[in-house]
Every structure is written in structure tokens, then in C-alpha cells.
Nanobody, 125 residues
């Protein structure tokens, strides 16, 4: 059974930082794409960052470049999302995903088969 468990969210003031974690089990961690998405109330889910767990190639949404960093620890089957200089507009539920279908966009939600339950990030001004 594939499980993705996110953690690390919380309530922070603007300008602060958070590191989100996503622990993966029941799925081959290596040679796969992992991605982080977020969804604010009333908004569509949007991709923010992705990483290939073997090549460590990364991709970011333009809106988060320079502030978000995706990384991984293969020994722990865990992917991280470091978020710096948080803004109120970063407030959302953050989800990790894996099992990207071949030749699909890494930042498109429909590309992925497996999802975690999400971790809430709330940024106050």
C-alpha cells in the first residue's frame, strides 16, 4: 500500500521559514518523480516543485523560484520542501505526490497517481 505522509506545516508570520517533509512508503522511491503541490481555499491545486529521485533534477513554478527548495533523503525515503520568506499568499494546504505518469508534466496534478493527506501552512502578515 502506497502511503505519503506530510508534516512540518504550521502557522508562521510573513518572512518566516518552514520545512515540509513527505515520507513515502510502499512505493519505489528511486527513479521516480516526487512533487509538491498546494491548494488554497477556492483555488485549484497548483504544482510548486518537483524532483527526480535518481537524477535529482528539479523543476519549480515561476511563482516560487528563489524561495522554495525541494530536496530528498533517499535513505529516509523522504522529500523536503524548504520555504523561505513566507508570504500570506503562500497560505494553503501543501501536498506531496508521486507515481508520475510517463511523459506528463511534473507540475500538473493530473500527472500523479499517489497523494498524501496534506499539511497546512498559514502565513499571517
Amino acid at each position: 500500500q502506497v502511503q505519503l505522509v506530510e508534516s512540518g506545516g504550521g502557522s508562521v508570520q510573513a518572512g518566516g521559514s518552514l520545512r515540509l517533509s513527505c515520507l513515502v512508503s510502499g512505493f519505489t522511491f528511486s527513479n521516480n518523480w516526487m512533487a509538491w503541490f498546494r491548494q488554497a481555499p477556492g483555488m485549484e491545486r497548483e504544482g510548486v516543485a518537483g524532483i527526480h529521485t535518481s537524477s535529482r533534477g528539479t523543476v519549480y513554478a515561476d511563482s516560487v523560484k528563489g524561495r522554495f527548495t525541494i530536496s530528498q533523503d533517499s535513505a529516509k525515503n523522504t522529500v523536503y520542501l524548504q520555504i523561505n520568506s513566507l508570504k500570506p499568499e503562500d497560505t494553503a494546504m501543501y501536498y506531496c505526490a508521486t507515481g508520475r505518469r510517463a511523459y506528463q508534466s511534473t507540475l500538473r496534478p493530473t500527472s500523479f497517481n499517489y497523494w498524501g493527506q496534506g499539511t497546512q501552512v498559514t502565513v499571517s502578515s
